[in-house]
Nanobody
Framework: VQLQASGGGLVQAGGSLRLSCAAS????????IAWFRQPSGKEREFVAG????????YTGDLMKGRITISRDNAKNTVYLQMNNVGPEDTAVYFC???????????????WGQGTQVTVSS
């Protein structure tokens, strides 16, 4: 399974950005897709996840209230809409596929290459 994250870039504080994660195929290990982020020099942090089958979402505390995660089953793509971003949201954003809805990075088997999000103040 290959995951391709895209949509990152430079955005001003208070702006919005939508990230996409396209999956090459749908197999059982992809029962959930999650977004993580990793600021420079820091550990990877859980952002949000969604299950393929029901679309049930689960969100971490980092960006709660400012993000929406959704999926398009026909396109095998998961989206992360980020609103009212701030400089603290600057990071490489990764999508990952796993067997269950969890916020632990170690539970995800497949990872995309990451997309850089930079928020200017």
């Amino acid at each position: 399974v290959q995951l391709q994250a895209s949509g990152g870039g430079l955005v001003q504080a208070g702006g919005s950005l939508r990230l996409s994660c396209a999956a090459s195929e749908r197999t059982s290990p992809r029962s959930a897709i999650a977004w993580f982020r990793q600021p420079s020099g820091k550990e990877r942090e859980f952002v949000a996840g969604i299950t393929w089958s029901t679309g049930s979402t689960y969100t971490g505390d980092l960006m709660k209230g400012r993000i929406t995660i959704s999926r398009d089953n026909a396109k095998n793509t998961v989206y992360l809409q980020m609103n009212n971003v701030g400089p603290e949201d600057t990071a490489v954003y990764f999508c990952a596929a796993g067997r269950a809805r969890t916020s632990r990075a170690e539970d995800y088997e497949y990872w995309g290459q990451g997309t850089q999000v930079t928020v200017s103040s």
